[in-house]
Structures are given as C-alpha cells and as structure tokens.
C-alpha cells in the first residue's frame, strides 16, 4: 500500500491542508477503483466504511489477492472536515463560497474531444487509452487556486484512470440507496444487490454536476460529441449510506464486505465471489424522485419511516404551527418508497422535509438538492 498525501492549495497563507489517497495494488496490474468516503464531509458513515476497507484491502493486498489497483480516499474533504460553527458540524458547503462539496464538477468532453480528435483510429481497445491520457491532461490544466478547485481537480484527476468510481454518502434518515445513469445501471446493478439497496435512482445529467456524473457522462457524452460509439469506460455512482446518525461496525463492516463483493464479481480480487441476494427494488428514474415541501413553517411529527411503502396522499407527516395551533398534513405526493426524510424536526416554509421514490419521471430541470 502507497500512501500519498496531496497538498491542497492555501487559502491564506500557514492554513494548508492535504487530501489522502491509500493506493493498493500494483498500478497498471489490472483496472483502478476509485472509492471515496464523504466528500459531504458530515457525513460520517462512508469514513467508517472506509474504516473497514482499509483493513480488508491490507489484508488481501498481502495475501496477493488484488487484480488491479484499488485507491482509496478515506475522509475525501479535509475543507469540510474542520467548518465548524456554534457547536454543529456543516460539511456540505463550502462556508467561504457557500458551494456544495458535490457539485459543479468540470464537464470535460469538449476539452478532451478536442484533444483527442483525429487521433482515434480503427482499434477500439486503444480509444479508452487514448481518452483516458487526454482526460488527465484535461484534469491538470482545471484552475486549481483554491482549496475547493484543487480538492475538486486532485478528486477528478484520481478518478481519471479508474473504470469504476464509488463515491459513499449518506442522507439525513434513509434507507440505503443509489444514484447513477441509465448507461452505468447495468453493469452496477450487482453492486445493488450485494449492498442491499433500497431504491436507485437514473438520470443521464442530473443538473448538479456531481462527482460521479463527471466521471461517467463524459464517455458518452463523448462519444456523442465525436460521432462514434465509445464504451462506458468509467461506472459511477454516489451510493448514500443510509442516514447520518447510521454509524456503527455491524452497518460498516457489512457494506465492505458488499463492495468487496462486487469487486470480486468484476474480477478485481482473487477471492470466492458468492452469488448477491436478489435485488431489493428496480430502478427508478431520479425525475421520478418527489420532495414532500413544507408549504409553511413549523413542528414536523412524522407519520412514516423511510422505508415506508406509500400510496399517492397517504399521510406522511403534520406540519404544526405552534402560534395558531393550525395543523397542515403532509400527503405523499406519488405511490413509492419513502426513501429519505429530514432529521430535523422544525421546517421553514420551502422545505424539503422527505423523498418519494416514484416510478414515473415527473419532474425537469435540477433534479438534485442544492
Ligand atoms: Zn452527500
């Protein structure tokens, strides 16, 4: 195991930090994974499964048993580590900007078709190649003055040469579930069943640019750019772990052992790859994925556990305005899974206080929080 620590750019002077990357394996033996931990960085059960990584892929790095080289960033935000204020943890956003940790990555397909135009002849196997190099060359040349412009070009350029990119988040109170897209979907669809997950959610772009999207959509982004049919060379997801407070070893230890699984399954470790449980639920398109929003303020008394099946108009909570008394129930705005809800339990009018999973691609635009 190769440790690297990469230095982050200094907001002001004698306030440097770094990022950690735990490489194992022998690059260029076999793929790269990418798996990091809690690019939101409050949110605290992907450092623990990292946690359990660590160990696993030591013990197996020294038993010979990696086909490829696994790296991994164990806290994937020391920004958003240290943002502490009043007593609470805000690891999301960027105070100094106010951006969120997990968007606006770069959409580099212009600059690598560019690059590689002309330069793509008849032999397929050597396009991933070919794009990869112009992607990393793309990657360095990000502007990267800023701690978060280097945390994102430093996560993009590890993120470069791996087929497969596994970013571990986690939601407020959740069951486990995924993001990816469409064209990543069938070859995860494994890593879903060997990690449990509760519901999946498909957009193509999902109008945040989050980490994963970067890293996937520029294969077939690129591929439609230049007119020829590229493989999907990068799988990427953001699989959110639950939620915050979902922090213990039996939670952690079990997801491990889910993604070592699934890197077994694709031939990435020489161990026994038993077959995954049956899949839990079918995919469904993140458009279909519907808030319940606070149309005032108050207290928020949930009538439902994520997890719930629920039908269009069920009652999900009650929102209570504790000057008038008034009380205003809360329906399920579509039939599915009520996947996520807020742990706080005061809203402010305009908020979204839970997520149901439904099957039908109702909305358009930013499909992602904020
Ligand atoms: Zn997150």
Known sequence: MKTVHHALAEATPGTRQSLLSLHYGEPGSGPR???????HADEVPGMLVA?????????????????????LVPAANPIGLQQWLGGYHHGRFELAS???FNRHYADLTEAVATAVQGRLGDDAAAHVACVRAALGEAVAALPAATPLEDLRRLLLGLAAEAELVIDLHCDSEAV??????PA?????QPLARCLGARAVLLA???????????CSMLWPALGQRLGMALPQACLALTVELRGEADVSHALAAADAEGLLQFLALRGLLDIDAAEPPPPLCEATP?????????PHGGIVVFARQPGDVVQAGDLIA????????????LLAPVSGLFFARDQRRFARAGGRLGKVAGSQALRQGRLLSP
């Open 184 to 188: 990543c979907w069938p070859a995860l």
């Open 286 to 294: 993140l458009a279909g994925s519907v808030p319940l929003v606070a």
């Open 204 to 214: 193509e772009r999902s109008g945040g640019d989050p980490f994963d999207e970067a």
């Open 33 to 39: 994974v990418l798996i990091l931990a809690s690019l």
């Open 176 to 181: 486990l579930h995924l993001y990816t897209t």
């Open 51 to 71: 946690h359990h990584l660590r160990r696993r892929l030591a013990e197996l790095e020294a038993a010979q048993r990696l086909r490829g080289e696994i790296v």
């Open 318 to 329: 009650e929102l209570i305005d504790p000057f008038s008394g008034a009380t205003t129930p």
């Open 98 to 100: 106010g951006e969120n």
